[in-house]
């Protein structure tokens, strides 16, 4: 079984920042691809932010100069970083795993969500 725990999320003013971290867990060996998607009320599911093992990175446009992804592969963790935070951010952010390889699983995988709360 993997898990992915997520952690981070809150209320914060606009132009504020947070940094969500997400740890997969799990008899894991690789994992291609780490990243972040996010769901508003009433709105699909969106990608946010992805970054692959090779450590290329891929942002939504209406993120690109604020938000930051990064990872420690030796620990398979991701993390966001999200300065100047915009009241059309808050959503629940959801932590994602692609390509996972581990002894006894293999596949993609989604966290449980963490809420983000842009709002004075």
């Known amino acids: 079984q993997v898990q992915l725990v997520e952690s981070g999320g809150g209320l914060v003013q606009p132009g504020g920042s947070l940094r969500l971290s997400c740890a997969a867990s799990?008899?894991?060996?690789?994992?291609?691809?780490m990243g972040w998607y996010r769901q508003a009320p009433g709105k699909q599911r969106e990608l946010v932010a992805t970054m692959p093992s090779g450590g290329s990175t891929n942002y939504a446009d209406s993120v690109k100069g604020r938000f930051t992804i990064s990872r420690d592969n030796a620990k398979n963790t991701v993390y966001l970083q999200m300065n100047s935070l915009k009241p059309e951010d808050t959503a629940v952010y959801y932590c994602?795993?692609?390509?996972?390889?581990?002894?006894?699983?293999?596949?993609?995988?989604w966290g449980q969500g963490t809420q983000v709360t842009v709002a004075s």
């Open positions: 994602y795993a692609g390509g996972v390889l581990g002894s006894t699983v293999s596949g993609d995988y």
């Open positions: 799990g008899s894991i060996f690789t994992i291609y691809s």
